[in-house]
Structures are given as C-alpha cells and as structure tokens.
C-alpha cells in the first residue's frame, strides 16, 4: 500500500527505449514529478540493474545499513531503491527526474557486455544526451552514484557531453590499472572472483539467473533466455584480460579517463577506508581534473552509507541544487576540500573546510627504519641493519615510541625502502597502524570490511621505475610499462605508494608499519558472504599464476642505516594553521547542526 501511494506522487516509466549511434536500443526506467515544468536530471548508467531491488539482491547489505540506522532516509517508504543510487521518494519531491538506465548487455538492455569500456562510455553519452533533450527535462543532467555508478562517471565526463552539467562520483575509483585491477603491478583476483559473477554476469542479459524485476513482474534481465555458452560469448572476459597484461597497456587506457578532458564541475567524496578500490581515484580526479569547479570531500563509514544519511543527502542537494537548478545558495562560495576528521574510538568525525589538497602548510615528515630494532624513529639510525621475511610468511612490524602530542595525519605518503631478495623478484604489501597504550588497534569500519587499518599500499619490485614527470616525493607514480626482475642478492632502492589516510592520534598512542610479501591478514571471521573481514576486505592478491611461489615466496630483506634511510614519509598537519577553522562535529546524522 506504501509502494502504491508513493508511486502516485511520480510519473513513472518503464523500459523506456534509447536509441544508440549503432541502433542498438539501452532500456531505461524514470521517476519524475508529476508537473509540466521542465526539471533537471539525475542519471546513473550501468550493468547493476535497473529493476534489481535493493532490499532483495543486496540483502545482507541492505540488513546492516537498517540495521545501524533504522530511521534512513525519512519520508521515504525504500519502495523503488537499487543498489547504489538515489531514492527517487526523496529526489522526485526535490524536484528531479531520476533516470536509470541498464548498460549495454546488463540486465534489459542487450548488447556485448564490455565493463568500463570505452563502448559503454559511449553509450553513456548518448544516454545523457538523450535525457537532456527530452521536453520534462531542463537542459541539465546531473551524475550521481556509488562505485561503478561513480567510476564511470569519469569516463563519460572525458567525452564532454554538452548537457553533463554536474556530477557526484561517489567513492569512484579512475585508474583501472592502478585504482583496480594490478594494485602496484600485483594483481587483485580475489574481488573480481567474487564480485564480477554474483553483481554483474547473474544479470547479463538473457540470464537465466537473475532476480526478479518486482516493478514489471519479470526477469530482471529482460525476456531472452540465453544458454551458459550464449552468455560467455556475449561478454568480455576482465578477469581474464588483467591475468593477461601485467603491464599497464591501451586496454587499461582506454578504461580510464583522461583527466585533461574532465571539465563538468564536481564533487569527490572519497572514503578513508577504501583501501584497494575507490578513494585513490576520487584524490586524483580532484588534483589532476581540469574543471575549475571541483570539490574534494573524505568521510568514513561502509561505501554506501554515509551516501544515504543526513550529512550525504545535504551535501548532494545543495550541490545539485546550484548547478542544476541555478538556485544561488552559496555553494560557489564553499571551501574546495571537506574533511571528516577521524580519531580512535569514537563514532563522532570533526568536519574541516579547507582550500587545498594535499593541505596548506602540511609538514611533511619523515619517519625512519631501524631493522636493527624492527622500530620506527623521527631520527635516522646511525648504524646499519637488515630485517627479512618469507614473501608468503609474516612480514615484519615496525613500531614507533609512543607519542609525545597529539598529531594529526591526514594526506598522502610514501615509502621509501632498500631491498633485496633471494629470487628475481618480490611483492611488497604495506599496511599502516596504530595502537592505544594499551594496545588496542585503531581500526575503523571499511567501505567493505569493518577493522580496516589507517592505509595500504602495494609494490612489485620488478615495477619499481617512476615517472619523474608525474611523480611527487609523497606521491610516487610508478609507469608499470617496463618489467625490471632483480637480480638475486642486489639492493634496490623502492618508493611504494600509500593512499592517503585521515587520523588524529593522541599522545601516547604509537605508530606501526607491517611489511610483509603477501596481503594484511588479522585472525578473525569472515562477516559478509565471501567478503572477508581481516583487514584487507575482498581486495586479496593471491592468484596462483600471477604470484607463483618459486617467485614471490623467497626471502626478502630489508635494508636500513646510513646510506639506506628507509622511511615512511608522513603528512603531519600542524595545529593551528591561519584561516583554518572546523565546522563542528557530528556523525554524518545531526548534519543540520554542524554546518
């Protein structure tokens, strides 16, 4: 009965036909206010599914995020959510028309299924293009959802679609090679493994599988029923394709955008406990984009929950609001960059406003190895040292002094080692940490697995050359076109990648670095289906082929002293900084009071 009264409020259309350049025909479903007035647009575009409820298919999710907030998204009855995108209960009566439309291949739509191809960008750009023109539309068209919702946003936005006017990029990895699949070279089967079958070829279209469409009282993928055969022959294989080219090539190119050509005016929220997926590519769309309208905001928290509460809503309304609508409330006038800042224990974040990224008068500061304590200093040891581990074993744990002050560390890092190994290569997995006084590990919830550390980063030593022109000392890139094996015994110099990370640690709390060959991994239980819960989440490196143990399971030693200053280098934020002041604390719920 809900369902029914909230659908009385809307024009709703189903299956609504969008024609491709190439004939072929994407099915869409649209929510919009019953007015003759012409209202902006809210799209999402891919192979997720349009008729797939939420409630249902993602029930385990959705379970938690009810369970954690009962009172989500009030006023709405939940009858028409989707994984990952808007409520249209809540953005119909903002004045909105919210477009959903299956991807080439996905769901109603038919097609060759190709995920983050340079075709499914395409056909996002006629879909905009398409809704933009329609006579309930105003011309402008706004992009705005989670995860896939979010990463090819980027991809579209390279093509510059005459009606994109704005868009949320909610949590959206860019680099498919670096962001996604080959996280510093070493590739990372295990999310794809689980997620790919169950999310996207369960509702291929003409897939025998897939769940009901409840809205049309049908297959979610359409009516054609294909055979096993039928299907994997109408689909690209991904997985395949990254446990084929290790090194990054035209096809991870041409899936990831050229950020010269992203010009729309945007927001980036990225998590801080994204590790392996998303946050890295909303930290360089926001440095590296050329829209001279562009946003940076950090949050915590599961990947679609802060999207939905409060403190989300608020700041996608306003956004849109602005450049969809032309209504003058002061957006232009916000702060570029927003931060939640996070400390131990406590579900209460500090918001911060700020201009820059990384921040205004960010120290940068160097903490040092001593292999002969297996610790951390702010001083470099004078004396030489080496500290070795299995590749498939342990690894080591290096541990600072308890701190002295609070500190704060929020921004990018880099670590800098001295290495050598028993065979012609090795695979460095890097995880930040920190512990209380008495122990206890700050940990936050993930955007999947909830005890996430402080940050991650990854390296294959055969991938060590840079590129000095896109290179920064706290920010190393790494060109990933020349494989360079060791030669066994020789000592090379490594600068990893850690993606950023937001903390404030009280005195007395200390930090940790653990260095091991093979993915973090804490005792523990796995509490979401085959998405694990022990540090890393899904995004585990294990593939056999791709880590052959004659390779990656010899001995690693690390190298420190005079002339090998091993060092991780750190983003302290000073704590007093001119024209910098925090907006109030809160946790993403009571957001009407911290603004």
């Keep these: 009965m809900a369902q029914l009264d909230a659908a009385q409020n809307m024009i709703i259309e189903r299956d ?14 649209i929510y919009r206010p019953k007015t003759t007035a012409p209202v902006p647009v809210v799209m999402t575009h891919g192979p997720y599914g349009k008729g797939v409820m939420y409630q249902e298919h993602y029930k385990l999710m959705w379970d938690w995020l009810v369970e954690q907030h009962p009172d989500i998204l009030p006023g709405s009855t939940r009858s028409f959510l989707t994984w990952e995108t808007v409520d249209p209960e809540i953005w119909v009566p903002w004045g909105y028309a919210v477009v959903r439309v299956d991807s080439r291949g996905a769901c109603r739509s038919p097609g060759y299924l190709d995920i983050l191809s340079a075709r499914e960008a395409l056909d996002y750009y006629h879909a905009i293009e398409w809704a933009g023109t329609r006579p309930w539309c105003n011309g402008k068209v706004g992009l705005n959802g989670i995860s896939y919702y979010a990463i090819n946003q980027w991809h579209v936005a390279q093509l510059q679609p005459p009606h994109l006017t704005a868009m949320i990029p909610w949590e959206g990895a860019a680099d498919v090679y670096r962001d996604f699949a080959r996280h510093g070279g070493i590739l990372s089967n295990k999310f794809l493994e689980t997620w790919y079958p169950r999310q996207v070829a369960m509702v291929q279209h003409g897939s025998p599988d897939a769940p009901m469409d409840h809205w049309l009282n049908e297959s979610a993928s359409g009516p054609a029923r294909l055979s096993r055969e039928e299907l994997a022959a109408n689909r690209c294989d991904t997985l395949a394709n990254l446990r084929a080219r290790e090194m990054d090539d035209a096809w991870y190119r041409n899936r990831s955008p050229d950020w010269s050509k992203v010009i729309t005016p945007f927001i980036s929220p990225a998590s801080w406990a994204g590790f392996g997926l998303h946050p890295r590519g909303n930290f360089e769309a926001f440095a590296q984009a050329t829209s001279k309208h562009k946003w940076l905001e950090g949050h915590p928290g599961r990947h679609e929950e802060w999207f939905y509460l409060p403190y989300g809503m608020a700041l996608q309304k306003r956004f849109f609001d602005f450049y969809l609508k032309g209504e003058q409330n002061g957006w232009d006038r916000e702060p570029r960059v927003w931060l939640n800042l996070r400390r131990p224990f406590t579900a209460e974040f500090e918001l911060r406003k700020e201009n820059e990224w990384p921040l205004s008068g960010t120290r940068w500061t160097k903490l040092f190895l001593d292999a002969r304590s297996s610790g951390l200093a702010w001083q470099a040891p004078a004396i030489e040292g080496t500290a070795s581990f299995r590749g498939f074993g342990d690894g080591v744990k290096w541990l600072s002094p308890p701190l002295e002050q609070e500190i704060e560390i929020t921004g990018p890092m880099a670590l800098k080692l001295f290495v050598s190994s028993s065979t012609v290569d090795a695979d460095l997995f890097v995880t930040v940490q920190a512990f209380s006084p008495d122990g206890r590990e700050v940990e936050f919830q993930g955007t999947v697995d909830p005890h996430t550390p402080l940050a991650q980063g990854w390296l294959r030593a055969s991938h060590r050359k840079l590129d000095p022109a896109r290179s920064l000392p706290y920010r190393p890139y790494h060109s990933h076109d020349d ?45 979401i289906q085959a998405f694990r819960s022990r540090g890393s989440g899904p995004w585990i490196h294990d593939d056999a082929a791709d880590r052959p143990p004659a390779v990656y399971d010899g001995q690693t030693t690390l190298h420190t002293g005079p002339g090998r200053q091993a060092c991780l280098l750190l983003p302290v934020i000073p704590a007093e900084r001119p024209g910098v002041k925090p907006v109030g604390r809160h946790n993403g719920k009571d957001w009407q009071t911290a603004r």
């Design 16 to 29: 609504v036909p969008i024609a491709m350049d190439d004939g072929l025909v994407l099915r869409a479903d």
């Design 483 to 527: 494989k360079q094996p060791l030669v066994p015994g020789h000592i090379y110099e490594l600068d990893v990648e850690i993606w950023p990370m937001c903390i404030v640690l009280p005195a007395g709390f200390r930090i940790a670095v653990n260095i091991a060959g093979k993915d973090f991994e804490r005792p523990g239980t796995d509490a």
